[in-house]
C-alpha cells in the first residue's frame, strides 16, 4: 500500500524559507511522477510543482517558479519541496501527491495517491 507522508510545514516570516519532504513507501517510485499540491481557505487546491522520478525533470507553476525547488533523493524515496522567499500568500496547507507516469500533470484528478497535508504558515 502506497504511503505519503509530509512534514517540515510550520510557520515563518515573509522572506524566509522552508523544506518540506514527502517520504515515501509501499511501491516503486521509478515510475512515478510526484507532485506539490497546495490548498489555502475557501481556495480549490492548486499545482505548485512536480518531479519525474526517473530523469528528475521538473516543473513548476508560474507562482512560485524561481522561488520553489523540488528535489528527491531516491536511496530515501523522498521529495523536497525547497521554499525561499516565501509571501503571505504561500499560506496555505501543502500536500505531497503520486502519479504512475512519466509526464509531470497539473490537475490534481491526475494523481493517484495523496498526502495528509503539512500547513505553511507565511506571516506579513
Known amino acids: 500500500q502506497v504511503q505519503l507522508v509530509e512534514s517540515g510545514g510550520g510557520l515563518v516570516q515573509a522572506g524566509g524559507s522552508l523544506r518540506l519532504s514527502c517520504a515515501a513507501s509501499?511501491?516503486?517510485?521509478?515510475?512515478?511522477?510526484m507532485g506539490w499540491f497546495r490548498q489555502a481557505p475557501g481556495k480549490e487546491r492548486e499545482f505548485v510543482g512536480g518531479i519525474s522520478w526517473s530523469s528528475g525533470n521538473t516543473y513548476y507553476a508560474d507562482s512560485v517558479k524561481g522561488r520553489f525547488t523540488i528535489s528527491r533523493d531516491n536511496a530515501k524515496n523522498t521529495v523536497y519541496l525547497q521554499m525561499n522567499s516565501l509571501k503571505p500568500e504561500d499560506t496555505a496547507v501543502y500536500y505531497c501527491?503520486?502519479?504512475?507516469?512519466?509526464?509531470?500533470?497539473?490537475?490534481?484528478?491526475?494523481?493517484?495517491?495523496w498526502g495528509q497535508g503539512t500547513q505553511v504558515t507565511v506571516s506579513s
Open positions: 509501499g511501491q516503486t517510485f521509478s515510475n512515478y511522477t
Open positions: 501527491a503520486a502519479r504512475g507516469s512519466y509526464v509531470i500533470n497539473v490537475r490534481s484528478s491526475a494523481y493517484d495517491y
